[in-house]
């Protein structure tokens, strides 16, 4: 299948100052895709790229096979949902009064609007309020709400979660697994790294406009092969250092006992842990939050 | 696809116009403008409602002296932060991930503000007209003509400054920025423009400034060719106005003026679209 968006060494400079610095990617149907990195990486410029919203100094960008700031952008964007991360509504139009407005320049019929509105958990109640009156994140939902509107083949989603409440994170990323089922590309940024884990196919980092990794969660796992922790409970820290030998580094604060190895020696390292006497065991993986700080490291390092 | 692609200058112009009716701008604007037609009308028609002129040119007269003040104030307060505002408040990042073109952005824009201005205007001075045609004045056929003249090309020189105000906003970056120079734009073309003009008329006595230069610079401003379309319009009108002597040496037809008035509305305008589309958001 041809991608969905292509991103060829593209360089955009602010004055003398770069934001991104030869950046290739693409972004393949039914693909989610989590863009991170730390603040003024260029995760927003590189979203608004893709948009059109701006044109690159270098370097090609290609949304749906064209030119997302060419001259027949307008008839792409039919095809595309964004979520910008500073949300901002008309303030005197009510939130239903706010769907049907983007619903009508969309082309799409209104009718699903009320359906859209009730997904993200707007209350009929507050759609008939007008959008001035919102908290930030009843403004969250809304902008999620228009940018679902008629089924896009794209969605371009710059921190959908902040300001949302816990349940409603966990409706958007089952709203996010049912788009991509449905062959959806989702590109979306975030610094919640935690809850992106198990949610997206691939991951992205960026750092200071450069794109440091590029991969799914268990190759770049693989690629930065960071310790593997393991918990045991039940059995005294000498034994499970005599148990394992070289193969860990052991060390305990009294009551659990942690044992640090390479992903590679894992296997290993359990099967001689469960020939001991313990209540109970766990593996800790390296957290998202490790990998971006280990690939951060790697990339000050060089 | 054309049917909604052609709709969409409508849609943006209809949110423009529900926005002007729910912040009650269209409802101060038309007060405003009613409440000085009027006070124009009846203080204006008090010592010289006899000597020869109709009542109704007598109030085409004072009337265009408001619309000059008041009217490019207005539109110019209406549309300086059309699109700088947008831009700065995050609104017009969302509303160009839509299929919208930016041409169509300025234009929706400019249909809806042009509906509230025009609403006001007419609304307004049609008042002052009801009420004046209600005290059982003077008011013959011609002198209906000319009030008539004086409402449409008000609106159209309200258009002329919000396209102005437009293109202030597209060129733009800061909001102050663009307030400040809409109230600069309309010092010069309502106040300074004149008084130099006139200076340089007096200080000239006739030597150098021909009355073709002279032609030329009074198109130089919309607000002298509205002025102009106005006072000369009419015999009736450009007699009391005091304006027959220039009249006579000002080789302009109204066909001409309003060219002029509409040239100075689709230059700008397209100026504004242009520029707004090379603008990063
Ligand atoms: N309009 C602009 N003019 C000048 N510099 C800009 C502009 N927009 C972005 N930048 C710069 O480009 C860099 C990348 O910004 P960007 O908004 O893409 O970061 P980000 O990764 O989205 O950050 P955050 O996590 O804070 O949202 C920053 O250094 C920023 O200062
Ligand atoms: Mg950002």
Excluded at chain 1, 108 to 114: F, I, L
Excluded at chain 1, 187 to 201: C, K
Excluded at chain 1, 234 to 262: I, K, N, Y
Excluded at chain 2, 144 to 173: E, T
Aim: hydrophobic share 50%; aromatic share 6%.
């Amino acid at each position: 299948m041809s991608p969905s968006v292509t991103i060829d060494h593209v360089s955009k400079l602010y004055g003398a100052r770069a934001a991104l610095t030869e950046v290739s990617l693409h972004l393949a149907p039914g693909q989610c895709v989590a863009l991170v990195g730390h603040n003024g990486a260029g995760k927003s410029t590189l979203i608004k790229l893709m948009l059109g919203l701006i044109r690159p100094s270098r370097g090609g960008v290609r949304l749906l096979g064209e030119d997302p700031a060419g001259a027949h952008a307008a008839r792409l964007r039919r095809a595309v949902g964004y979520l910008p991360e500073n949300l901002a509504f008309h303030p005197s139009l009510t939130g239903k009064e706010t769907l049907d407005f983007y619903a009508r320049l969309k082309g799409v019929s209104r009718a699903g609007n009320a359906g859209l509105l009730a997904r993200v958990g707007l209350e009929a109640e507050a759609a008939r309020r007008r959008v001035g009156t919102y908290s930030k994140g009843m403004r969250q939902r809304l902008g999620l709400a228009q940018a679902l509107l008629g089924q896009p083949r794209v969605l371009f989603l710059d921190e959908p979660t902040t300001g949302l409440d816990p349940a409603l994170r966990q409706v958007f990323y089952e709203i996010v697994q049912e788009l991509r089922r449905a062959g959806v590309t989702v590109l979306l940024s975030s610094h919640a790294l935690t809850e992106l884990e198990g949610q997206t196919d691939r991951i992205i980092v960026m750092n200071r406009g450069v794109k440091i990794a590029d991969g799914t969660l268990a190759g770049l796992r693989h690629l930065a092969d960071l310790p593997v922790r393991i918990r045991a409970l039940g059995a005294p820290a000498a034994m499970v250092a005599d148990a394992l030998g070289t193969l860990g580094q052991v060390s305990t604060d009294g009551h659990t006992v942690e044992c640090r190895c390479a992903g590679g020696d894992k296997v290993a390292v359990l099967r001689r842990l469960t020939s001991l006497p313990l209540a109970d065991l766990s593996v800790v993986e390296p957290s998202l939050d490790e990998l971006y700080a280990h690939f951060l490291r790697q990339e000050q390092a060089a | 696809m054309s049917g909604t692609h052609t709709s969409i200058p409508l849609i943006l112009a209809g949110k423009e116009i529900r926005d002007g009716l729910r912040n009650r701008w269209v409802v101060a604007a038309t007060l405003l403008m009613a409440t000085l037609a009027l006070s124009l009308t009846f203080l204006g028609s008090v010592p010289t409602g006899t000597v020869g002129a109709g009542a109704l040119d007598v109030v085409v007269v004072s009337l265009s002296s408001l619309t000059i003040f008041l009217v490019p104030l207005i539109a110019l307060l209406l549309s300086f932060d059309a699109i700088v505002g947008e831009v700065d408040r995050g609104t017009m990042s969302l509303l160009l991930s839509y299929p919208v073109s930016r041409g169509q952005v300025v234009l929706g824009k400019f249909l809806g503000h042009l509906s509230l201005l025009g609403f006001a205007t007419l609304v307004g001075y049609g008042a002052a007209g009801a009420a004046l045609a209600l005290t059982g004045a003077d008011t013959g056929p011609e002198g209906w003509r000319a009030f008539a003249g004086l409402i449409g090309s008000s609106i159209l020189l309200g258009a002329v400054f919000i396209a102005l105000g437009y293109l202030v906003s597209a060129v733009v970056r800061d909001r102050g920025a663009a307030g400040g120079i809409a109230i600069g734009l309309w010092l010069v073309f309502v106040l300074v423009f004149d008084m130099a003009l006139l200076g340089i008329l007096v200080a000239d006595q006739g030597k150098t400034v021909t009355v073709g230069l002279l032609n030329w610079l009074m198109l130089a401003n919309p607000a002298d060719a509205f002025r102009l379309f106005n006072l000369t319009g009419t015999d009736q009108v450009s007699q009391f106005a005091g304006m027959a002597g220039i009249a006579g040496q000002i080789h302009l037809g109204p066909v001409t003026l309003l060219a002029v008035l509409a040239g100075w509305t689709v230059l700008p305008l397209a100026a504004a679209a242009l520029i707004f589309s090379r603008r990063q958001i």
